[in-house]
């Protein structure tokens, strides 16, 4: 299992479009830099930005419904990502990637890079993807 390093990313605040630890990450944002540190380079999603949701609100669940993504279920390593849809959404609007066996890794529009417990987050997992340079 392929495993990264990510502390240092711990605090980083959040910044729409935010591409990098010195402007910040948005959720996106910090997907790119961790894939980057698995050593997998994902494409930047065109159409992504502060207004996505409401522009296009879709724009997650086409981009990780092809390839290079591919569905997976448990038990999930270090670079799924998890497509979430909270309860006030329509649609998904918010990813998260998985760092260890119960943990996973995100940027907080509110806050700032931080990681939780996969456990906490579970009731709200639409869907998991993996990327197909990452499948055994």
């Excluded at 799924?80 to 529009?109: E, G």
């Amino acid at each position: 299992m392929r495993t990264f390093e990510y502390n240092d990313l711990i605090g980083v605040k959040w910044h729409a479009g935010g591409r990098s630890t010195a402007e910040g990450f948005d959720c996106w944002g910090i997907m790119l830099e961790c894939a980057r540190r698995l050593g997998v380079e994902i494409p930047d999603v065109q159409g992504y930005d502060e207004d996505w949701e409401e522009q296009n609100p879709r724009l997650i669940l086409d981009y990780m419904a092809r390839p290079p993504w591919v569905e997976v279920t448990s038990p999930h390593q270090p670079g799924d990502l998890f497509v979430i849809k909270w309860p006030k959404c329509a649609v998904p609007t918010h990813l998260v990637m998985v760092v260890d066996r119960t943990r996973y890794i995100h940027a907080h529009k509110e806050r700032c890079v931080e990681t939780g417990r996969i456990s906490r987050l579970a009731p709200f997992i639409f869907a998991a993807v993996r990327h197909e340079a990452l499948v055994c």
